[in-house]
């Protein structure tokens, strides 16, 4: 809330540079603010009495969002790739989706691995659960299991992220 906006008998004010101006009507700070040619601007409304600021509206809203912006470019964003496995997958096969999952791991990503059931697959499921033991343990140094395997459909699911 800015200026004519701000509806309570009294305020506690803070000056340009700072300093507190003391709590007054917000008649007289609407005053005060017009008199050195800025804004009254609420910037603590729970507060009792509630906290205003004599700035440049303009200048204030302009720090708020670059502030915003540089929070937001600082947050790391983690993305969950996913590698897809079968249920008669080779020892060699099973190495090379390991490394690749080491690699999602190590830039920061949590990894989704799927085993994918087709046809007479769906029979054999508890002989399969072995496959994610083995990528599990293969990836246990830098990874750890998020999500147990758990059966959705006709696929199976397991999630690991990076060990802190």
């Known amino acids: 809330m800015i200026n004519e906006q701000i509806r309570d008998k009294e305020v506690r004010v803070i000056g340009e540079d700072g300093e507190q101006l003391g709590v ?7 005053k005060l603010a ?14 009792t009495p509630p906290v205003c600021k004599l700035i440049d509206y303009g200048k204030y809203k302009y720090e708020l969002i670059r502030k915003e912006k540089e929070a937001k470019k600082k947050q790391k964003t983690v993305e969950t790739k996913e590698v897809r496995l079968s249920p008669n997958i080779d020892v060699n096969d099973l190495n090379t989706k390991c490394n690749a999952a080491r690699k999602f791991l190590e830039k920061g990503n949590k990894v989704k691995v799927t085993l994918r059931f087709r046809g007479r697959e769906m029979a054999h499921i508890e002989s399969s659960k072995h496959i994610f033991t083995d990528f599990a343990e293969k990836l246990s140094d830098i990874a750890v299991v998020e999500k147990a395997p758990k059966m ?13």
Do not use: C, H, N, Y
Not at 34 to 47: E, H, M, N, Q, Y
């Open 34 to 47: 017009k008199d050195a040619d800025v804004d009254l601007v609420k910037i603590a409304p729970s507060a």
């Open 152 to 164: 959705e459909g006709r696929s199976m699911m397991m999630f690991l992220t990076e060990k802190r």
């Open 24 to 30: 007054m009507s917000s008649k007289d700070a609407l």
